[in-house]
């Protein structure tokens, strides 16, 4: 009889699922193990969830930040113990510093196997605490429900934030009990209050009033939902209101950009060319953002970008409710009325000849079609796209937030899927590329309509120019580290072996075609273009 129950009854894994499901979170990616299996079980039991098979941990982390930073809402990922999560955590690094809604399920040894330190045992919780803003290990079955209900609540909180629950085996196979608690009944649990951000400060608005209505070169340092519609346009109306300039971080989460909306400058990523852009301000209001700092430290250079002597005044942080202090800021200016300076539609020409760093910033606007969503993670092939791009059509740019290489191709996967009525470009570079080319076998399998753009310069560039700005010389043994040409690796290749159509390009009017040819298929497609 006990074992008709436990085939019969809601096990905790099922609960689980329910409680996801009930509390918005309807989208997973996973790569599971032994310990999860009855999570994988559930899914027929709740085909609401859909669940999308990474062939590495670190494409389910990098899909469920790329959903999360085009819904707002957190996708579930599904790991597997210690070793599964390391694999995840590069991408869960850029996710928490984009401030991505994501709620990691973490499998782990049933509770009574812990102590006999099989082979796959670990501290999940201590390796997950750096990278996850809340953690939890869920003690039993009927607390399950209760404690996926609580990492929803966790991740919607505060602008977004990572959760991850750890779920013992036991606590996933194990019926739920007669006793557990009266709000769990059906084995769903509701999401407690959700942390809402703090909203606008009166006394800061008001300091940030006076600096705007001063006779004084300003720029409004911003991020998040501020340099996104529809709230881009409250920021232009301030700009246009006030003379105040629009700036961004280089690791801005995601900017909407061309034709129709206001231009948002992104502040170089070298250091002499951000101090530059910074210089003739006297002011420097944060909206959202953190006063700029040097991505790393180098000999004889400032960590701290904003030159001496520039008044710094935060209008609000990262975790307070941008939306809300915009508009605030807005209406104390009475520039509701004021229309904001947009961007015309002036597509470049598509470029012919030979394939130059200056030539692929046109070819890559002339190609991008309305509302599209571009992730660039084009690294020292990209650093001309910016401008020509800027009066391409609207388009969503999404760019890295922490530094952590290989988000691009995975961040593609979570956007395509969110967004499923809009096409998604994928520029990425061949190092970059080949941290998690596994992407291309789950954008196959999704039928995901998605251009992957991949520049093979055939060596890590961005590391020759960090070795000469480290003040560090390049012999013969540091060059055989920088360089990826030895063998060289077949992209299209590689992608036919997963699946993905594929060409290699040579020539501006090759790429022309192959970017218009991919950007009208419905299925994933990736252009090689040899530099």
């Not at 231009?263 to 006063?291: D, F, M």
């Not at 904001?340 to 130059?356: F, K, M, N, W």
């Not at 251009?451 to 060059?479: C, D, H």
């Not at 040579?506 to 991919?518: E, I, K, V």
């Amino acid at each position: 009889m006990a074992e008709e129950e436990m085939s019969t009854g809601m096990m905790g894994a099922e609960s689980l699922v329910r409680t996801l499901v009930a509390g918005g979170v309807d989208t997973c990616f996973a790569n599971p193990g032994t310990s999860e299996m009855h999570f994988v079980s559930a899914l027929d039991r709740v085909p609401e969830m859909r669940c999308v098979l990474c062939l590495f941990e670190g494409v389910a982390t990098g899909a469920a930040d790329g959903y999360a930073r085009m819904t707002g809402r957190p996708a579930a990922t599904l790991l597997h113990l210690g070793p599964g999560l390391a694999n995840g955590l590069s991408n869960l690094h850029n996710a928490k510093r984009a401030q991505s809604a994501v709620v990691n399920v973490i499998g782990d040894h049933a509770t009574g196997h812990r102590q006999l330190d099989a082979p796959l045992t670990s501290d999940i919780e201590g390796a997950a605490r750096p990278f996850s803003d809340w953690v939890r290990t869920s003690p039993n079955a009927d607390a399950v429900a209760t404690d996926g209900a609580a990492a929803i609540a966790a991740a919607r909180s505060l602008n977004g934030r990572v959760a991850s629950l750890i779920l013992p085996a036991d606590t996933a196979w194990t019926p739920l009990s007669p006793a557990r608690s009266a709000d769990t009944r059906d084995g769903v649990a509701p999401v407690p209050a959700i942390t809402p951000p703090a909203k606008a400060d009166p006394d800061r608005i008001a300091a940030a009033v006076e600096v705007l209505r001063r006779d004084e070169a300003t720029v409004i340092f911003l991020t998040g939902e501020a340099v996104r519609d529809p709230l881009i346009d409250v920021a232009g109306r301030i700009a246009a209101a006030t003379g105040a300039d629009l700036m961004t971080p280089t690791q801005c989460p995601v900017i909407s950009r061309g034709a129709g909306r206001p231009e948002v400058t992104r502040l170089p990523y070298p250091i002499a060319q951000a101090v530059e852009a910074l210089s003739g301000y006297r002011n420097v209001l944060l909206l959202g953002a953190k006063a700029p700092v040097s991505f790393f430290a180098y000999p004889g250079r400032p960590g701290e970008l904003v030159p001496p002597g520039v008044n710094v005044q935060k209008i609000c942080g990262p975790e307070d409710d941008i939306a809300d202090t915009l508009t605030a800021l807005c209406n104390a200016l009475g520039a509701n009325e004021v229309e904001p300076a947009r961007a015309p539609l002036d597509v470049p020409a598509q470029p012919s000849g030979e394939i130059t760093p200056e030539s692929l910033g046109p070819a890559i606007a002339a190609a991008i079609p309305d509302n599209a969503i571009v992730i660039d993670e084009s690294l020292t092939s990209g650093r001309s796209f910016m401008g020509p791009t800027s009066t391409a059509r609207p388009h969503d740019w999404v760019l890295g937030t922490g530094g952590s290489i290989g988000y691009a191709l995975p961040n593609a996967i979570g956007a395509a899927i969110a967004c499923p009525d809009r096409k998604v470009i994928c520029l990425e570079s061949d190092g970059s590329g080949m941290y998690m080319p596994q992407a291309l076998w789950t954008m196959a399998r999704e039928k995901l309509p998605i251009l992957i753009v991949i520049f093979a310069n055939r060596k890590y560039q961005i590391l020759r120019a960090e070795m000469t700005n480290v003040g560090a010389q390049i012999g013969p043994s540091a060059a055989s580290l920088l360089d990826i040409d030895q063998p060289t690796i077949d992209w299209t290749g590689l992608a036919r072996s997963l699946s993905v159509e594929a060409e290699q390009v040579t020539d501006l009017d090759a790429l022309n075609r192959a970017l218009a040819h991919g950007v009208a298929l419905d299925a994933p497609y990736l252009v090689e273009v040899v530099l």
